[in-house]
């Protein structure tokens, strides 16, 4: 999540929740907690954001706490937020950006099923700096393509 300030200054979180339950109550993000399965604490979040009606399309964003990286937390979030998506929100497209000097976001877009669209030149600016981004989408097709797949591969 490009949007999640470092370091993380006193009250963000205060104003984070309050921006959610607006963007929420608009029907614009349906935000998700990821917490650690043996300690009950927070350790990431999953945003469905910027959610388009006309085009069923929403993005899909992610933020992991490094203690966390490298362990499957954002994969085994990733699966039932991608259904709730294309099976209660109706979208048909869900696309997601990261930054082209963090390609471990990418790995894990693309361990679960998104393609890469391009790379965006400059299209964010982080610290100061414009950063080129890496686009990704998965369709409801690939979603349910992926879906079957895995399903004849566990049986």
């Known amino acids: 999540m490009v949007s999640i300030p470092h370091p993380y200054p006193e009250g963000e979180a205060e104003r984070y929740i309050v921006r959610q339950m607006a963007e929420f109550e608009a029907g614009h993000t349906i935000a998700f907690a990821i917490e650690h399965s043996e300690k009950a604490e927070f350790v990431g979040i999953v945003e469905i954001r910027d959610i388009e009606c006309e085009h069923a399309q929403a993005e899909l964003s992610f933020w992991l706490a490094v203690e966390a990286w490298g362990q499957g937390y954002m994969s085994e979030a990733l699966n039932p937020i991608l259904f709730f998506g294309f099976e209660n929100v109706d979208l048909n497209r869900f696309y997601a950006y990261h930054m082209v000097r963090n390609p471990g976001s990418g790995k894990v877009l693309q361990k679960n099923g998104f393609v890469q669209e391009g790379v965006l030149r400059q299209r964010v600016q982080k610290w100061g700096v414009f950063e080129d981004v890496r686009l990704w989408a998965m369709l409801r097709n690939d979603w ?12």
């Open 144 to 155: 349910h393509n992926k879906t079957v797949s895995n399903l004849a591969i566990n049986n």
